[in-house]
Nanobody, 121 residues
Framework: QVQLVESGGGLVQAGESLRLSCAAS????????MGWYRQAPGKQRELVAG???????SYADSVRGRFTISRDNAKNTVYLQMNSLKPEDTAVYYC???????????????WGQGTQVTVSS
């Protein structure tokens, strides 16, 4: 199994910044994709940003130019730098990893417990 531990959420004012971190642990053979999703009250979970092991990151239109995703493959950690935050960015942010482990030798979706980001106007 893979455990994903998120940190960095909180309450900020509009225009401020936050940095989320997510560290994956377990007997991991590979992590093919890591990403951040968010879910606001009454809305569906949406992909905010994702980054493959090799390749370019992708972003939702609503955050492109404000958020930056990065990844440290040696540490199995993904980061989300969020700048110029807006009230509409308020949501629970979830870390996702598509990983292969020694006990589950096929790609499987793992999720973190979620971290709350609240942006006040």
């Amino acid at each position: 199994q893979v455990q994903l531990v998120e940190s960095g959420g909180g309450l900020v004012q509009a225009g401020e910044s936050l940095r989320l971190s997510c560290a994956a642990s377990g007997i991991i053979l590979s992590i093919d994709f890591m990403g951040w999703y968010r879910q606001a009250p009454g809305k569906q979970r949406e992909l905010v940003a994702g980054i493959p092991t090799r390749g370019s990151p992708s972003y939702a239109d609503s955050v492109r130019g404000r958020f930056t995703i990065s990844r440290d493959n040696a540490k199995n950690t993904v980061y989300l730098q969020m700048n110029s935050l807006k009230p509409e960015d308020t949501a629970v942010y979830y870390c996702n990893a598509q990983a292969v482990t020694i006990t589950r030798r096929y790609q499987y979706d793992y999720w973190g417990q979620g971290t709350q980001v609240t942006v006040s106007s």
